[in-house]
């Protein structure tokens, strides 16, 4: 089909022409002598994008799983006890990996739309007066269900038990694209990935780590080699890695995160929730609902819509795809064929939100869903246009 093909889901996101450049170079020895000219300076750009002054950044070639598991393995022994929380498909995932691996997992139940259950978080850690649990785990940005959870209410609970365990955060979906502040919410495991809010292609897991999950690393019990700290810093601190990294993807980073940081990180949030905002205005407009439960826990990098109940959401993302070359979000295991999502995250602006939400009124009327034409668009259109920052050159 002649024009653009759309990219409207939670990762991969859209690559900005800038990082698409960057990275279109002749492969590089990556054991050059300049080599670290390129590797040094990303690891300083990358701990001021997650805002960690006194630990460290880790770059694995995987993508987020990898530094899912690089998270655990490197800072926790088998058999430890762990809290955690389920209430979407990739808090289900990190709470399989964690049983797999042979963590002992206190795993919360919530409904999918719900965020992280904090006051239970609280109470539990107030009565672990022998400190069993050894680390505590929360999704961010849950992407499957559009659901964004207090991860600075959590150190709070920890801060308030006087707990030693480790907080252990997904931010996968949101680091790069939304408020997130490692030093200040006493982070210790920020996992992150380069396919969402850092613009890239998928092959990248990026681990930032505090200095006190650096310390955890030498009593830690997993056996590791391909995602081990020790062997990173070895190489790391010369501006070198311990096998062969994604040097293209490097590149690429290098830029992004120069994009990211130029914006300035506040005004990358703000752009985000702008834009969130106009979406969760169309949806209102269209008389539907988002999947999350409560406006606290609104996303502002995915929207998970919910479809009225006689309607297949995957039909809605077919004909977006098949009739307007788009994409939209499928429904993940529980929440297939209910809802579809629009990711809104990344290299994104008004214009790219009104197509994506064009696209879903139209491939939504199409499958003979109750909408006037018009509405969700106009709704956000409205909000973008009363928010929009003054023109600063006469055209
Ligand atoms: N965590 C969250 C919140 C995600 O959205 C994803 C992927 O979409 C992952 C973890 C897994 O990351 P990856 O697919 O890069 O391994």
């Given at each position: 089909?002649?024009?653009?093909?759309?990219l409207?889901?939670p990762?991969?996101?859209?690559i900005?022409?800038?990082?698409?450049?960057?990275?279109?170079?002749s492969?590089?020895d990556?054991?050059?002598?300049?080599?670290?000219?390129?590797?040094?300076?990303?690891?300083?750009?990358?701990k001021?994008?997650?805002?960690?002054?006194?630990?460290?950044?880790?770059?694995y070639?995987s993508?987020?799983?990898?530094?899912?598991?690089a998270?655990?393995?490197?800072?926790?022994?088998?058999g430890?006890?762990?809290?955690?929380s389920?209430?979407?498909?990739?808090?289900?995932l990190?709470v399989?990996?964690a049983?797999?691996?042979?963590?002992v997992?206190?795993?919360?139940?919530?409904?999918?739309?719900?965020?992280v259950p904090?006051e239970?978080?609280?109470?539990?850690?107030?009565k672990?007066?022998?400190?069993?649990?050894?680390?505590?785990?929360?999704?961010?940005?849950?992407?499957?269900?559009?659901?964004?959870?207090?991860?600075k209410a959590?150190?709070?609970?920890l801060?308030a038990?006087?707990?030693?365990?480790l907080?252990?955060?997904?931010g996968?979906?949101s680091?790069?694209?939304?408020?997130?502040?490692?030093?200040?919410?006493?982070v210790?495991?920020?996992?992150?990935?380069?396919?969402?809010?850092f613009?890239?292609?998928?092959?990248?897991?990026?681990l930032s780590?505090?200095?006190y999950?650096?310390?955890?690393?030498k009593r830690?019990?997993?056996?590791?080699t391909?995602?081990?700290?020790?062997d990173?810093?070895?190489?790391?601190?010369s501006?070198?890695?311990?096998y062969?990294?994604?040097?293209?993807?490097?590149?690429?980073?290098s830029?992004?995160?120069?994009?990211?940081?130029?914006e300035?990180?506040?005004?990358?949030w703000?752009?985000?929730?702008?834009?969130?905002?106009?979406?969760?205005?169309?949806?209102?407009?269209?008389?539907?609902r988002?999947?999350?439960?409560?406006p606290?826990?609104?996303?502002?990098?995915?929207?998970?819509?919910?479809?009225?109940?006689?309607?297949?959401?995957?039909?809605?993302?077919?004909?977006?795809?098949?009739?307007?070359?788009?994409?939209?979000?499928?429904?993940?295991?529980?929440v297939?064929?209910?809802?579809?999502r629009i990711?809104?995250?990344?290299?994104?602006?008004e214009?790219?939100?009104?197509?994506?939400?064009?696209?879903?009124?139209m491939?939504?009327?199409?499958?003979?869903?109750?909408?006037?034409?018009g509405?969700g668009v106009g709704?956000?259109?409205r909000?973008?246009?009363?928010?929009a920052?003054?023109?600063?050159?006469?055209?």
């Amino acid at each position: 089909m002649p024009g653009y093909t759309h990219l409207f889901i939670p990762g991969p996101t859209n690559i900005p022409e800038q990082v698409r450049m960057a990275m279109n170079v002749s492969m590089q020895d990556m054991r050059a002598p300049d080599f670290p000219e390129l590797t040094l300076p990303i690891f300083e750009k990358l701990k001021t994008v997650f805002r960690n002054k006194s630990g460290r950044v880790f770059l694995y070639p995987s993508s987020g799983t990898g530094a899912w598991e690089a998270a655990i393995q490197n800072t926790l022994s088998p058999g430890d006890k762990v809290l955690m929380s389920r209430f979407g498909q990739f808090s289900h995932l990190w709470v399989d990996m964690a049983q797999r691996l042979g963590l002992v997992v206190d795993v919360i139940d919530c409904d999918w739309g719900e965020g992280v259950p904090v006051e239970k978080y609280a109470e539990k850690l107030s009565k672990d007066v022998s400190h069993e649990y050894a680390a505590v785990f929360a999704t961010h940005n849950e992407t499957a269900t559009g659901v964004t959870s207090d991860i600075k209410a959590i150190r709070a609970a920890l801060n308030a038990a006087n707990h030693p365990a480790l907080l252990m955060v997904d931010g996968v979906s949101s680091i790069g694209s939304i408020e997130f502040d490692q030093d200040a919410w006493g982070v210790d495991c920020a996992v992150s990935g380069s396919q969402k809010g850092f613009m890239l292609p998928a092959g990248l897991g990026i681990l930032s780590v505090s200095a006190y999950a650096l310390e955890a690393r030498k009593r830690a019990g997993f056996g590791r080699t391909f995602f081990s700290f020790d062997d990173m810093i070895a190489t790391n601190d010369s501006g070198y890695f311990p096998y062969t990294p994604a040097t293209q993807l490097l590149r690429g980073l290098s830029v992004s995160c120069d994009m990211l940081l130029e914006e300035g990180l506040e005004a990358v949030w703000d752009r985000h929730n702008r834009l969130a905002t106009g979406v969760r205005k169309a949806v209102g407009a269209w008389g539907l609902r988002l999947c999350a439960k409560e406006p606290k826990w609104h996303s502002d990098t995915v929207s998970a819509i919910v479809v009225p109940e006689t309607f297949d959401a995957r039909d809605v993302i077919a004909r977006a795809y098949r009739g307007y070359n788009t994409s939209l979000g499928t429904g993940l295991s529980k929440v297939m064929g209910k809802v579809f999502r629009i990711g809104h995250l990344g290299w994104l602006n008004e214009g790219m939100v009104a197509t994506a939400l064009s696209v879903a009124e139209m491939a939504m009327i199409d499958c003979g869903i109750q909408i006037e034409p018009g509405t969700g668009v106009g709704a956000a259109i409205r909000h973008f246009s009363a928010t929009a920052a003054p023109a600063t050159a006469k055209v």
